[in-house]
């Protein structure tokens, strides 16, 4: 599956910004998908996952009541809503795909990768 991820930008601290990744090629809602991060000099870090059906949901504790997860199957979308935005949330966003349904936070459960899109957070 090819992932293409968009809607990154500059917003300011509280601001919010919609993260939308399309995938084309196998089917869709064969996927658990997951959005990660990752700033220069850091290992790509777990955001959240949404499972193959869209029922369960996961999240890091940062971004709990701040970020909401969603799929359109129909799509072949997820999307990431941040809300609250803070200046520690700069990063670049990568969505991935994982044929796995174990929900996973592991980036090497992930079989395919986004681009990233770049979010910025001014204070």
């Known amino acids: 599956v090819q992932l293409q991820a968009s809607g990154g930008g500059l917003v300011q601290a509280g601001g919010s910004l919609r993260l939308s990744c399309v995938a084309s090629?196998?089917?869709?809602?064969?996927?658990?998908m997951g959005w990660f991060r990752q700033t220069p000099g850091k290992e790509r870090e777990f955001v959240a996952a949404?499972?193959?059906?869209?029922?369960?949901?996961y999240y890091i504790d940062p971004v709990k009541g701040r970020f909401t997860i969603s799929r359109d199957n129909a799509k072949n979308t997820v999307t990431l809503q941040m809300d609250n935005l803070l200046p520690e949330d700069t990063a670049v966003y990568y969505c991935?795909?994982?044929?796995?349904?174990?929900?996973?936070?592991?980036?090497?459960?992930?079989?395919?990768w986004g681009q990233g899109t770049l979010v910025t957070v001014s204070s």
């Open positions: 949404i499972s193959w059906s869209g029922t369960r949901t």
């Open positions: 090629g196998r089917t869709f809602n064969n996927y658990d």
């Open positions: 991935a795909a994982d044929g796995g349904h174990f929900l996973s936070s592991d980036a090497s459960e992930y079989d395919h």
